[in-house]
């Protein structure tokens, strides 16, 4: 009946901490289970349930992470890699590795939420970067709710979104407190990135080419020159 490789970020926006994408590869026939599950947005689910939702797709399903850190996002965009193609790089690896497990005689419907307002542009990225031998039995899809629209990528939302949750938990650990969600919006973020600018710089944790970060590092510069 097919296979169904989704794709979907998590963490494409924060201040600190990485940004995940994952990738869930389902038969056609698998995506009434998904939805048994509960798999939706991740957005919309529950973190226990997320989690839940999680631990179930790991066993039964092969599936794909990549995990993007504060750093490379920095060095990657100060060389002139903006971030959907820094997203759209890591998509096709996602592809390529997950399609190296199936048989080469089976096609693949691949289903990406797209980061771009244009969908036909930033597909034709991702095909750049993937391997000739697996190009001829893939057909990728990258639309806007992706995530919303179709169940297998709900499942890659609920993956990336808990490994980033994951990756969070290692941080605060490190770091011994609590920050909050990573996001500027987040008022506990930012105090704490303006009160550790420094050590957050150092350890390399935090997005310093984000307008966010440049704003407090010209005020910290202000304070020093008075």
């Known amino acids: 009946m097919g296979l169904l490789l989704g794709i979907d970020d998590a963490g494409r926006g924060p201040v600190l901490g990485p940004m995940v994408l994952a990738g869930v590869l389902i038969k056609k026939q698998d995506e009434k289970e998904l939805k048994e599950w509960g798999a939706k947005d991740s957005k919309q689910v529950k973190k226990e349930k997320r989690e839940e939702i999680a631990e179930k797709i790991k066993k039964k399903f092969s599936f794909a992470s990549e995990i993007i850190h504060a750093h490379e996002i920095d060095t990657k965009t100060n060389n002139g890699i903006n971030l959907n193609r820094i997203e759209a790089i890591a998509a096709a690896r996602i592809v390529n590795e997950l399609a190296e497990k199936t048989e080469n005689?089976?096609?693949?419907?691949?289903?990406?939420?797209?980061?771009?307002?244009?969908?036909?542009?930033?597909?034709?990225?991702?095909?750049?970067?993937?391997?000739?031998?697996?190009?001829?039995?893939?057909?990728?899809?990258?639309?806007?709710?992706?995530?919303?629209?179709?169940?297998?990528?709900?499942?890659?939302?609920?993956?990336?979104?808990?490994?980033?949750?994951?990756?969070?938990?290692?941080?605060?650990?490190?770091?011994?407190?609590?920050?909050?969600?990573?996001?500027?919006?987040?008022?506990?973020?930012?105090?704490?990135?303006?009160?550790?600018?420094?050590?957050?710089?150092?350890?390399?944790?935090?997005?310093?080419?984000?307008?966010?970060?440049?704003?407090?590092?010209?005020?910290?510069?202000?304070?020093?020159?008075?």
């Open 105 to 226: 005689s089976e096609i693949i419907e691949v289903y990406i939420d797209c980061p771009s307002p244009n969908c036909e542009n930033w597909k034709a990225v991702v095909e750049r970067y993937i391997k000739a031998e697996i190009k001829k039995r893939i057909k990728i899809h990258a639309e806007h709710k992706a995530d919303v629209n179709h169940v297998v990528c709900s499942g890659a939302s609920i993956i990336a979104k808990t490994t980033r949750d994951s990756e969070i938990e290692k941080i605060k650990k490190d770091l011994g407190c609590d920050f909050g969600s990573g996001y500027a919006s987040d008022e506990l973020t930012m105090q704490f990135v303006r009160d550790n600018f420094s050590i957050l710089k150092e350890k390399k944790l935090i997005r310093e080419c984000w307008d966010t970060c440049k704003q407090i590092k010209k005020e910290k510069e202000q304070k020093k020159l008075f």
